[in-house]
């Protein structure tokens, strides 16, 4: 067994697709991540991607459009 490198205050950022923007805010205060949303209705488009890692403080973008 590879010892795994523990990333102290990281998280893996989830994929959002199709979230609210209030879902969006409730998320981003629960994890202490900062978010710039664009755009109204549910999420396209964010970054870092799914999968990436984040931390806390971070900033990620989220597109929002009303039709997904």
Same mark, same amino acid.
């Given at each position: 067994?590879?010892? %795994? +490198?523990? *990333?102290?205050? #990281?998280?893996?950022? /989830?994929? =959002? !697709?199709?979230? $609210? #923007? %209030?879902?969006? =805010?409730?998320? !981003?205060?629960?994890?202490?991540?900062?978010? +710039?949303?664009?755009? $109204?209705?549910?999420? @396209?488009?964010? !970054? /870092? $991607?799914?999968?990436? @890692?984040? +931390?806390e403080?971070?900033v990620?973008?989220?597109? *929002?459009?009303?039709?997904i």
């Amino acid at each position: 067994v590879s010892p %795994r +490198k523990e *990333l102290v205050g #990281a998280k893996i950022m /989830p994929d =959002l !697709s199709g979230k $609210s #923007a %209030r879902d969006i =805010l409730k998320w !981003s205060e629960q994890e202490g991540i900062k978010v +710039k949303v664009n755009g $109204s209705g549910y999420v @396209t488009g964010q !970054s /870092p $991607s799914p999968g990436d @890692t984040i +931390k806390e403080g971070m900033v990620c973008s989220i597109e *929002l459009k009303q039709n997904i």
